[in-house]
């Protein structure tokens, strides 16, 4: 299916090409998908407005503009026709007609206001690049204009030797007066972006940087209370902003970072967060490593660990999908309230919504 939809488009607007990945071959489809289950929902656009808002708002990162709505609109539309045949009626052609029309409308029109406010995406010139294990490396890229975010959000992120391939990357750092952002990035095994990013990124290159991005790990400014953070490889990046913002915030609160890794040698930040440790009486940070005889310090699953100091604290969890679920099994097993959990996870597709 998204093969001819893709045909369709490029065949009938070829101009549309350049928009899209260079290879499709190695891309998993982003866009087909997520058409046909958006605009089958239509009937719960009150719902869905607010996603549609931000991804009119995104969607001008990958240049697009109003005219290439029709385009996309007529080939849905034929390729709908292709496969469904007979089923294929004018009532049915006037609904999704319809229906599209209605979510192109709001994504245009949400795309048109953000652009008096703020620009497509920011051009952040890294200005280091430490490869910190054989497959992390932490980046450190200077934004060409203020970058308003909240600790524990995410952006999405591309990289010229990559073009056009868009991945979400979390900002390892509270928001700074230079404008510059960490990021804590590991190969994935035959990542297009994630090993271009570690291996072939230096410094002098530029990233382009989407709008910033979730709220499931901000902190709430309603609530205060003592923090249990438990990150799983670079799930740590999210959870070290929010330690930088307890501290610029004034420590009001006690914070407990519970860091997971496979083997010691994965510990990529250690220095710096036991140099924070050192220099806060109210942090706490504690190294956990799963498969390593010779490790000195805690052994076993990061969540066992940090569960032996769970005295009702807001619980953030960040890592790797598989990391995420079992850490929040366990914690419910353990009768942490669920409200008291927030969790994000590193998906591949980026797909919350
Ligand atoms: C909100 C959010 C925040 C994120 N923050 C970070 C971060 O701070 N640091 C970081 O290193 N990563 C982060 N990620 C993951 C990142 O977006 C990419 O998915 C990852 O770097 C792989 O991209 P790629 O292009 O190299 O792999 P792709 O070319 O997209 O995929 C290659 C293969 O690996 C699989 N795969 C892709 N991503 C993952 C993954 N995360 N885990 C396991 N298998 C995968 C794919 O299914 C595919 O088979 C985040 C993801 C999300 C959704
Ligand atoms: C109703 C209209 C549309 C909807 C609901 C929609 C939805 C989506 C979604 C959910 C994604 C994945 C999100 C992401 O990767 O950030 C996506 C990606 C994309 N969309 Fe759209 N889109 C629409 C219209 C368009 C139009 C008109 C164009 C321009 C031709 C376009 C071009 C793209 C591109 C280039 C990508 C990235 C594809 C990739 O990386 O493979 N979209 N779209």
């Known amino acids: 299916m998204p093969l001819f939809f893709y045909s369709a488009l490029f065949l009938m607007y070829p101009q549309t090409r350049d928009l899209f990945p260079v290879s499709m071959a190695m891309q998993r ?12 929902n239509v009937d719960r656009v009150d719902d869905l407005v607010p996603f549609l ?11 697009v503009v109003a005219e290439h ?4 609109g007529q080939a849905l539309l034929a390729t709908l026709q292709h496969f469904l045949g007979d089923r294929w009626t004018p009532a049915l052609a006037h609904d999704w007609t319809q229906a599209y029309g209605l979510v192109a409308k709001v994504m245009t029109e ?18 280091m690049h430490e490869p910190r294990t054989p497959a992390i490396a932490v980046i450190r890229a200077r934004l060409n204009h203020p970058y308003p ?60 940087v989407g709008a910033p991005v979730g709220g499931r790990l901000t902190l709430d400014p309603g609530r205060s209370g003592d923090l249990l953070l438990i990150a799983g490889g670079t799930g740590l990046a ?16 006690n914070v407990r970072l519970f860091m997971g890794a496979r ?58 999908e598989e990391m995420v679920q079992t850490t929040v099994g366990r914690l419910l097993d353990a009768g942490v309230p669920p ?10 597709d980026g797909g919350k919504q």
């Open 29 to 40: 489809d982003r866009l087909v998908g997520a058409l046909g289950r958006i605009i089958s």
């Open 53 to 63: 808002k931000q991804l009119g708002r995104d969607h001008r990162k990958f240049s």
């Open 69 to 72: 709505y029709p385009a996309v």
């Open 110 to 127: 949400s795309a048109a206001e953000a652009s008096t406010t703020s620009p497509p995406w920011w051009e952040g010139e890294i200005i």
């Open 149 to 208: 975010f909240l600790p524990g959000q995410s952006a999405s992120i591309s990289f010229g030797l990559r073009p056009r391939l868009w991945r979400f990357y979390s900002f390892a750092n509270a928001p700074r007066r230079d404008n510059t952002v960490d990021l804590h990035v590991r190969v994935v095994d035959g990542g297009t972006v994630s090993t271009a990013l570690v291996y072939g990124a230096q410094r002098g290159d530029v990233l382009r």
């Open 238 to 253: 999210p959870l070290k902003a929010l330690v930088e913002q307890v501290a610029y915030d004034g420590p009001r609160r």
């Open 263 to 320: 083997t010691s040698r994965e510990l990529y930040d250690l220095e710096a967060l036991s140099k924070l440790d050192a220099e806060n009486p109210w942090l706490c940070v504690v190294p956990v490593v799963s498969h390593d005889g010779l490790y000195r310090g805690e052994h076993g699953h990061v969540v066992d660990v940090a569960l032996k100091a769970w005295r009702g604290q807001d619980v953030f969890v960040c890592g790797s």
């Open 339 to 348: 409200g008291q959990i927030h969790f994000d996870e590193f998906t591949s």
